[in-house]
Structures are given as structure tokens and as C-alpha cells.
């Protein structure tokens, strides 16, 4: 290993000032505007619970649920289909309140996006405004990393959630 350390290190790291130089330069944050429509009850479902609590925590600590969502223009049931929203979201909390933790990956399936996602992470909870990580994504949005405000709406039809979504993305 030595005799390679004295000659080679210093093209290798011109190698990595020269990429990641060029990374920098090629960054751009895009803001994206959409919102989530999950359906929890009823013949057509869009989220279903696959492990119940065992214990009687009245959040249903431990429990998880498995979703594959739609992603809307708007908050209208009928506005344009524009992406999935597909995880899992454990009750990861044990205060009583539901708290879930959410591990999504949405896929967007119109327009420029098409056919990239984003990794969305974080704490999902019935509070009208909260936020979560954007930590990584494909396509378009290769190396991305941002984040998520998330606001849930209120007077929407019985057994759904729906939530305005403004994510910003380095990218
Ligand atoms: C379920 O979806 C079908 C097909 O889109 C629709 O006809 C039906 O009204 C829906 N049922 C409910 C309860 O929303
Ligand atoms: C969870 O509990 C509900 C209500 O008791 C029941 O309907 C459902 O089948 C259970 N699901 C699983 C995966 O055990
Ligand atoms: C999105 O991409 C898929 C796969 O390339 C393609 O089949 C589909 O037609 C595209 N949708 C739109 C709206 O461009």
C-alpha cells in the first residue's frame, strides 16, 4: 500500500475537487406543491393496518400499517392523479396519542417528475402543521435531500386523510 500512497493521492484528490465541484454547481431546490389523499376505512382502503397493537395503548403503540396513496394536484377527491405515495407507518409513540412514524416513498407519475421519486421520513401526527425529512431520491431527484411541510385539511369527507403538501428539494 505505501508505495502507491506516495505517487497517487494527489491526482486522486484533484479527481474529487473536480466531481464535487461540479455536484455543487449543478444543485438546484425545487419547490413541488401537492396533496396526499389517504382513504382509511371502507371497500376501497388505500392504507390497511397489518399488525395490531398488543398492548391497550390508546394510540396503538406498535401497531403498522402499510399504504399505497394518491398523490393530487388538489385537495378535491376528483383533482388529477400525479404520483403514489407507497410505505409504512408504525405508532412509534407510547403517550397515547397517535403518532406514527412514516417511511414513504413517492413516486410521481405525470409531467416533467415522471417516473422519479423522493424518500419522505419522518413523525406523521393529527396536529394540523408538521414537517418531515426528504433523505434521498431517484430519477430527476438523485441525491436529493430537503424537507416537507405538511398540512392536515380539515372538513374533508369522513374516513380520509387529505394534506397539503409543500416539499422543498436540493436536488
Ligand atoms: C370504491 O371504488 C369504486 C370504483 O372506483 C366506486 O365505484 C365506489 O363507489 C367506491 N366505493 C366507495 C365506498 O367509495
Ligand atoms: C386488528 O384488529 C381489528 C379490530 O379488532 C381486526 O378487525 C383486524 O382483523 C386486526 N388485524 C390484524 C392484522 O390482526
Ligand atoms: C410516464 O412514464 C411512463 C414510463 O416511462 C410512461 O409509460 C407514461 O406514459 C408516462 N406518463 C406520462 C403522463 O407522461
Not at 400525479?82 to 397515547?96: E, K, N
Amino acid at each position: 500500500m505505501a508505495y502507491y500512497c506516495s505517487c497517487k493521492p494527489s491526482l486522486l484528490f484533484l479527481l474529487f475537487l473536480i466531481s464535487a465541484t461540479a455536484q455543487a454547481r449543478d444543485t438546484v431546490t425545487t419547490h413541488l406543491h401537492f396533496f396526499f389523499h389517504e382513504e382509511y376505512s371502507g371497500p376501497n382502503a388505500t392504507v390497511i393496518t397489518v399488525v395490531n397493537s398488543t398492548t391497550s395503548n390508546p394510540g396503538g403503540f406498535g401497531s403498522i400499517a402499510v399504504a399505497d396513496n394518491d398523490l393530487r394536484e388538489g385537495s378535491s377527491l376528483d383533482s388529477k392523479l400525479i404520483g403514489r405515495a407507497q410505505g409504512i407507518a408504525p405508532v412509534v409513540s407510547q403517550s397515547g396519542q397517535m403518532t406514527w412514524l412514516g417511511l414513504f416513498n413517492f413516486v410521481f407519475t405525470e409531467g416533467e417528475y415522471n417516473g422519479s421519486s423522493l424518500t419522505v421520513v419522518g413523525l406523521a401526527t393529527l396536529e394540523a402543521v408538521t414537517e418531515r425529512s426528504i433523505i434521498g431520491g431517484t430519477g430527476k431527484f438523485r441525491m436529493a435531500r430537503g424537507y416537507a411541510i405538511h398540512t392536515l385539511l380539515s372538513g374533508v369527507p369522513e374516513g380520509r386523510f387529505i394534506v397539503e403538501f409543500d416539499a422543498y428539494v436540493e436536488h
